[in-house]
Every structure is written in structure tokens, then in C-alpha cells.
């Protein structure tokens, strides 16, 4: 039986000696590559912080302790040890295991995580609890995976820092976020370990302390010199920084040496205050594949464990993210005013294609998404055309920047919002079926979708033509229906228009982007049965094409809005109160995301859950047949 077989939860690490525990980690180590190349996912940042988990679960008393993670794709080694290690392989499939941590999937996960940048406020908080209600444990903030590149943690430990309050925060270091981390802060974190300056001074205290010790003896001499070596020691190493911020600082550590970090955090369960443990750990280490690509172990598709390479694809057809990303390259060559940005994301957004061929007019600004908004008005005041590459969950993250510094003040930066509608076993807290909703009351503010690729070239060049503030694009995460065209054969759409793709009587189906698919296929099959739909393609969201809505409400007398967004406050809601005002004797219903939270799963199955499909079109337009509303034709 090897040492993991043994492990059914925190009490059974703990037991180990801490001779055993290296071991521990190899087979961690091993399990995650093997059934993570049967289930894709989040390989890299779980693989740096095995042995920190061992480290933490040996250290702390899990649940009594409280151990929150930040970004919870660091979380897949956690599971492995906190009891459900069995259900590993059901990771990120329906009913299976969440790719992130979630509370009510096990007492282990005392905060969930799916962004970046929460622990620091989470644990604080935490902290602050216990206290108000005289109880006793440790509470730990693990901060990582470039989580020090977004602005929340700084604001927690500004608050935390100078409380007194016994909390303890783990950094764990590792150069990364999804791509390498950039700015000041990276640079500050990786002069702790370069420093030859900071190294020198504290072998020279060392050597000196040592003797000292020697000469004078006694056990409060040793004592002494070690105070006066960690004083000098933070003196002249960066970890000042955590200082000054009220954080007692010690690293850095070797995040992979169990031993070392166990005795660090003996030592930093003996004291009280603000304390921060920084480790050094290597994102991916372990993984097989040797290819140089720095992006290649955040998150992966199924792959051979041995090799690393990943295994052939089912679908041939690009992605939305990969033809956007080859448009904008294209378009930046006949617009030299044209810039990217993205904050952390260059492959998850496709802008890599970008950065490649116009290195000086990319910018990756860190997981720092309200920074990427406000940053891109700036460039716009002075004359340049931002294009913001950002999935639709993480521009929730930067709202008050999106109406403040750029809807009100009517600046041209355009928005691409990658995963809109739903995201698939990334699950909860990456749905992007929130933006309509949160955009619509934007001022000013131009949303749109495309139902093929020709369409998503067409509106990109439609926003570059626009200037009379925001555009925003969104599309799914999914391969594009069509075979994409070069895109200098693709003109721009015409700004705020709708076009009719079946003609029909009675009931005009109003469809969003990529519903208009399923929307198309309903109307085939329920022509079958006598209805002769009429369906639309809604590519402009706000503002609606007015013109063409009041042609079809003279001679339609019902009107069903599907959209892969929430049924609330979105499209359809939009239309329902245009409509009211322009024809208030037709009928409308909305199809679209119901008022829930939908779990991990394939994204096709998600859709179905939702009714967003042609089935489900032709059922709810059955329904209004059987209730007398809607007669065959």
C-alpha cells in the first residue's frame, strides 16, 4: 500500500513522520498528473504547491485551523489530501469534483476561490471573527500564483498589517500567474532571491553571530544574536516591504523542502501578529513535457501522462479566442494606432498571436483587471485605440472603472469578452452569463455579438469605426461554426443593425449570437409541424435596430428573445420594454439563462440545462400553440 492509499484526510498526514512525508508529496505529485491527463485542467499551479500542502497540513488542524487559498487552481493537491483523493478523476465533470474550492463541497475548503487576489481580505476577516467571539486557532492566507499582481491583497494587508491581529500569510512565489508576472512588484519579489548584495550582508551577520556565540556563550547571547540577525537581515532584503505594511517577515523559503518550511512554520505558530511566510515554489515542476512555452502548465486539455503532449482534439474548428486573436494581428497592420491589452491572460485571451507580431503595441498588465480598463482610457484620451482582451466573469472585477473612467467620458476602447455566456467545468465563478445584464445600463456603451466568425471580423472593424464611446464584443468559449474567412475580405457591419435569416409570419424569434444556430434549426423542425417562424439575428444588443423591431412587430403579434446570458435584466428584458413602448399589444417571452447558479460541466450540457437549444426553443414555442396563443400557419 503506498503512503497516499493511507491518507483519508488532514489527521492522517499529520500522523507521518516528517521522514515520510517527501514521499507523500512524490505520490501527490504523480496522482495529479495521472488523472489530470484524463480530465484536463488546472495541472500547473497545483503541481508547485505540493509539497507546500504537505508542509500546511502537517503544520495546522485542519478545519480547526483555517487554511484559505487563493486562486483555487492551487487547490487540486488540497482535495488530494483533504478526503477526496477518490474522486479525483470526477474533476470538473458534471456531478463530479469543482476545478476551484467551494465550501459546500468539503469542511476542508474554508473560503471559495476561483479569482485571484481574495485570501488576503478572506483570512482577515476570518481573523477578525475568531477574535470577536474569543476563540482560538490559527488562520492562513495561502497568496499566489500572481495574486500579488491584482490590487485586493494590498488593500488587505493594509488593513490587516497594523491590527495586531494573529494572522499568518503564506506567499507563494512562483515567477507566475497564467503567463510570467509582470511589474514592479515581480521584480521586487525576485530581488529577494537574486540579490547578491542582501545574501552577502547576511552570511557576513551569520559568520559573525557565530562567533560571538563561541567567544561569549550562554543561551540569551545566542538568542540575542539571532534577534540581531533578523533585524539586520530585514534591514537589507526586500522583505522590508511586508515590514513597513506591519507583516513580520520570513523567507525566502524553498517551497519544495518540507523540512525547511515545517520549521518556519514551528517558528511561526509560536509567535502572534501579522506574519508572512514567503516560499519560493516552481509552477508545474514535475510535469513531463519539456516544450519552453512559460504558459504551458496553468491549465491543460487531456494529455498522454508520459510525454505531456496532448492528445489529438475532437473538434478541428478554431476558437473564438484564436480567431479574435488572429483579427486584431491583421487589423493592428491597417490600424498603427491599434493596441492589446490583457492582464494575465495572452494565450487565454489569444492575444500571444498579437504580442508576437507587435511586441511594442501589447501590454500585459497582471491580473489587474480594473487597472487593464482605467489604463486603456488613458491610452485613448491620448489618441490610441485600446482593445481590452478579458473573459466576461473578470470584467465583473472592473465595473466601477468600466462606467467611470471610460462610458461617461466616452472613450473609444473596445471591449472583447472572451467565455460569455456559459463557460463549461470551469463551473460557478467563471460563468460569463452576467454581462449583458451589468452592461446594458451602461451609458454610452455599444454591446454586441457575433453568430460566426465573418461576423466577429465584421463588428471588430465596425468598433474601430466607431468613436463615439465603448464597443464591446463577446463570444463563448467553443469552436466557431463557420470556416474563418481572411480578414481583409471582410467588411465592416453596419453600426446597429439586425438581420433577418428566415423569414417567416406570426412569431419572430429574436436570437443572440451564437443562439441563432439553435434558433434556426427550431424554426426547421417546427416547420415541419405548420409554424413559419421568423428568425432573427440580434448581432447588436444595445442599441437595437429599431427600424427593423418595429417592421417586424406591424406583422408579427409574438416575440421570443433567446440569449445565452441571464434571463434577468438582459436582452430579452431590453426588448420586453421596447417593445411595451412601441407595440405593447405583442406578446414577448424570454429565453434565457434562469436566475441560478449552474454547476461544471461539458458546455454543451450546460446549454441543454438551460433550455438554450433548438429543442428547447421548439418546446417553448409548443407550449404557447398548446395554450391557444400561437396557431399553425
Given at each position: 500500500m503506498t503512503l497516499l492509499?493511507?491518507?483519508?484526510?488532514?489527521?492522517?498526514?499529520?500522523?507521518?513522520?516528517?521522514?515520510?512525508?517527501?514521499?507523500?508529496?512524490?505520490?501527490?505529485?504523480q496522482r495529479l498528473i495521472d488523472v489530470v491527463s484524463q480530465t484536463g485542467g488546472h495541472i500547473g499551479a497545483g503541481l508547485g504547491v505540493v509539497e507546500l500542502t504537505v508542509a500546511l497540513l502537517h503544520a495546522f488542524d485542519s478545519p480547526q485551523d483555517r487554511i484559505?487559498?487563493?486562486?483555487?487552481?492551487?487547490?487540486?493537491?488540497?482535495?488530494?489530501?483533504?478526503?477526496?483523493?477518490?474522486?479525483?478523476?470526477?474533476?470538473?465533470?458534471?456531478?463530479?469534483l469543482s476545478g476551484f474550492l467551494r465550501r459546500d463541497e468539503s469542511l476542508h475548503d474554508h473560503f471559495g476561490a476561483g479569482h485571484a487576489g481574495t485570501a488576503v481580505s478572506a483570512a482577515f476577516g476570518m481573523a477578525t471573527a475568531r477574535d470577536l467571539k474569543g476563540e482560538r486557532y490559527h488562520v492562513v492566507g495561502v497568496v499566489g500564483d500572481g495574486a500579488l499582481t491584482c490590487g485586493l491583497p494590498y488593500e488587505g494587508m493594509n488593513n490587516a498589517g497594523h491590527s495586531e491581529r494573529d494572522i499568518v500569510l503564506v506567499l507563494n512565489d512562483n515567477g507566475m500567474s497564467i503567463a510570467p508576472n509582470v511589474g514592479a512588484i515581480n521584480k521586487y519579489l525576485g530581488s529577494v532571491i537574486a540579490s547578491p548584495a542582501t545574501n552577502r550582508m547576511r552570511e557576513r551577520v551569520k559568520h559573525l553571530i557565530e562567533r560571538a556565540s563561541h567567544v561569549v556563550g550562554g543561551r540569551s547571547m545566542v538568542e540575542f544574536a539571532k534577534t540581531v540577525e533578523e533585524s539586520i537581515k530585514n534591514l537589507w532584503s526586500p522583505g522590508m516591504l511586508f515590514e513597513e505594511l506591519g507583516f513580520r517577515y520570513f523567507g525566502p523559503i524553498d517551497g519544495h523542502n518540507i523540512e525547511a518550511m515545517l520549521r518556519t512554520f514551528d517558528l511561526v505558530k509560536t509567535l502572534t501578529g501579522p506574519r508572512v511566510v514567503h516560499v519560493i515554489t516552481e509552477k508545474g515542476r514535475g510535469f513531463p513535457l519539456k516544450e519552453p512555452d512559460l504558459e504551458k502548465f496553468h491549465a491543460r486539455n487531456p494529455y498522454d501522462?508520459?510525454?505531456?503532449?496532448?492528445?489529438?482534439?475532437?473538434?478541428?474548428?478554431?476558437?473564438?479566442?484564436?480567431?479574435?486573436?488572429?483579427?486584431?494581428?491583421?487589423?493592428?497592420?491597417?490600424?498603427?494606432?491599434?493596441?492589446?491589452?490583457?492582464?494575465?491572460?495572452?494565450?487565454?485571451?489569444?492575444t500571444q498571436t498579437f504580442q508576437?507580431?507587435?511586441?511594442?503595441?501589447?501590454?500585459?498588465?497582471?491580473?489587474?483587471e480594473a487597472h487593464a480598463t482605467t489604463f486603456a482610457a488613458g491610452l485613448a484620451v491620448g489618441g490610441v485605440r485600446p482593445v481590452v482582451a478579458i473573459y466576461s466573469t473578470f470584467l465583473q472585477r472592473a465595473y466601477d472603472s468600466l462606467i467611470h473612467d471610460v462610458a461617461i467620458q466616452r472613450l473609444p476602447v473596445i471591449f472583447c469578452l472572451d467565455r460569455a455566456g456559459m463557460v463549461g467545468a470551469d463551473g460557478q465563478t467563471h460563468m460569463g452569463l452576467y454581462d449583458m445584464a451589468y452592461m446594458l445600463p451602461v451609458p454610452n456603451l455599444t454591446i454586441t455579438q457575433p453568430r460566426d466568425s465573418r461576423e466577429l471580423i465584421g463588428l471588430l472593424r465596425c468598433a474601430l469605426a466607431h468613436g463615439e464611446g465603448p464597443f464591446s464584443i463577446r463570444y463563448p468559449r467553443d469552436s466557431v461554426p463557420d470556416s474563418p474567412p481572411p480578414t481583409a475580405e471582410v467588411a465592416a457591419v453596419p453600426y446597429g443593425t439586425w438581420e433577418i435569416l428566415r423569414p417567416g409570419r406570426e412569431c419572430a424569434v429574436l436570437a443572440v449570437g451564437i443562439m441563432c444556430g439553435p434558433a434556426l434549426a427550431a424554426a426547421e423542425l417546427l416547420a415541419r409541424e405548420g409554424f413559419d417562424l421568423t428568425v432573427v439575428n440580434c448581432r447588436f444588443i444595445k442599441p437595437l435596430d429599431e427600424t427593423l423591431l418595429r417592421a417586424l412587430l406591424a406583422d408579427h403579434r409574438f416575440v421570443l428573445t433567446v440569449e445565452d446570458g441571464t434571463a434577468i435584466n438582459g436582452f430579452g428584458a431590453f426588448v420586453a420594454a421596447t417593445v411595451e413602448r412601441l407595440a405593447p399589444d405583442v406578446r414577448v417571452a424570454v429565453m434565457g439563462a434562469p436566475d441560478r447558479t449552474y454547476e461544471h460541466a461539458a458546455r454543451d450540457q450546460q446549454l441543454e440545462e438551460a433550455g438554450l437549444t433548438a429543442a428547447g426553443i421548439a418546446t417553448r414555442l409548443r407550449a404557447w400553440a398548446a395554450e391557444g396563443s400561437l396557431t399553425l400557419s
Open positions: 492509499e493511507t491518507i483519508h484526510g488532514p489527521a492522517d498526514v499529520r500522523r507521518l513522520s516528517r521522514a515520510q512525508l517527501p514521499e507523500l508529496a512524490a505520490e501527490v505529485r484559505v487559498w487563493d486562486v483555487g487552481h492551487q487547490g487540486y493537491p488540497w482535495k488530494i489530501l483533504t478526503g477526496r483523493n477518490p474522486l479525483l478523476p470526477t474533476l470538473r465533470q458534471q456531478g463530479g501522462p508520459v510525454t505531456g503532449v496532448l492528445k489529438p482534439a475532437g473538434d478541428s474548428r478554431p476558437t473564438w479566442t484564436k480567431v479574435f486573436g488572429q483579427a486584431i494581428t491583421e487589423l493592428a497592420a491597417e490600424h498603427p494606432e491599434l493596441v492589446a491589452i490583457t492582464a494575465a491572460m495572452p494565450s487565454g485571451t489569444g508576437k507580431r507587435w511586441p511594442e503595441r501589447f501590454f500585459d498588465v497582471g491580473i489587474a
